[in-house]
């Protein structure tokens, strides 16, 4: 082979701004090609994103605030990729608008939110962060005898949102045995069915003898407070509202307010409007929410593969070969 020929070969270099810490084996995916140099910086201040997006070529972000103004710092930009699958931190009409794709890690963390959807379930219902304290208090007795413990079996759960994982809740709500309605703007149907769930577009009327509303949409315009002062009221007395979503699917004021009234029996969150909470937020103070700091995708098994598929989304872009069900934007490209 000549020189000229092997020359052929050699890829230009590539930036990739890394905005914030990720698994090990996603990092090693980028370090095994040598025509690409990661750019890690100390904060995630706009300053700081909008200095360091000068001359990157991709963008690997996870919480990050990526606004027009940090993304117009970067002209050289080919993609930017999500280490998650929640985009709302990002100006995806902008990019679209330059017809740069927004990559998202489809599926890797989907088992380990479901999954962290049911303990949520389980916590609230069975009262666990309150029986914990007991024991630990000395009040056993008391805790023993509370019998303000609800089943799963039997009791009828709305999912709001049947995608990724809406569709990894609803045969674990399946397994308990629970009646499992889906609700989704899109819904397929057929899967639906072959999963033995009853499928429905609009959630509302669910909702009177719903046990649960549990809510797996991402968050936009049209779910942004789709869970509000109407659906609340909705909601049957004593029922139980579950969030691993995003926190502004919820109208939060309108939540306390159903909690406070005693309408809903209790709520578990993983997600809040604001994040990390101030410290006056009510919610917080509450024995009937139990609470986790967005980490229902903290399983190490989700930690990885997102990590390794939001790694793989960069050099698949550059290769042209990004695959299209991890296109967020795809719609709004070139086709």
Request: aromatic residues 2%.
């Amino acid at each position: 082979m000549s020189h000229r020929q092997s020359a052929k070969k050699v890829k230009p270099m590539k930036n990739v701004l890394v905005t914030e810490p990720m698994h090990q084996n996603g990092l090693n995916i980028l370090h095994h090609h040598p025509e690409i140099n990661i750019i890690k910086i100390d904060d995630i201040a706009p300053s700081t994103l909008r200095e360091a997006m000068r001359n990157v070529d991709a963008v690997l972000v996870r919480t990050a605030r990526l606004t027009a103004d940090i993304l117009d710092s970067a002209p050289n930009l080919q993609i930017v990729s999500k280490h998650g699958v929640g985009c709302d931190n990002i100006d995806v009409a902008y990019l679209s608008s330059r017809k740069i794709p927004v990559a998202i890690a489809a599926g890797a963390n989907a088992l380990s939110v479901a999954e962290h959807t049911m303990g949520l379930m389980l916590a609230v219902a069975r009262d666990l962060p309150v029986l914990d304290q007991m024991v630990k208090n000395g009040r056993w007795s008391e805790g023993r005898n509370s019998y303000r413990s609800a089943d799963l079996k039997g009791a009828k759960i709305v999912i709001l949102g049947f995608g990724r994982v809406g569709q990894k809740v609803a045969p674990l709500c399946k397994a308990f045995g629970m009646d499992v309605v889906v609700a989704d703007i899109a819904l397929d149907a057929d899967l639906a069915a072959v999963m033995g769930c009853r499928g429905v577009v609009d959630f509302r009327p669910e909702l009177h003898d719903a046990d649960f509303l549990s809510l797996h949409v991402p968050l936009d315009d049209s779910t942004r407070h789709i869970v509000a002062v109407d659906e609340l009221a909705l909601m049957k007395p004593g029922s139980i509202l579950i969030n691993c979503a995003r926190g502004d699917v919820v109208d939060e004021d309108a939540l306390l307010d159903a909690l406070d009234s005693g309408h809903l029996r209790g709520a578990g969150i993983d997600v809040l409007a604001e994040e990390p909470p101030a410290a006056d937020n009510r919610l917080m103070s509450r024995r009937d929410v139990v609470m986790t700091p967005h980490n229902g995708a903290g399983a190490l098994s989700a930690a990885v593969g997102v990590s390794e598929m939001s790694a793989q989304n960069v050099l698949d872009a550059f290769d042209g070969k990004l695959r299209r069900e991890c296109i967020f934007n795809l719609a709004d490209l070139p086709k």
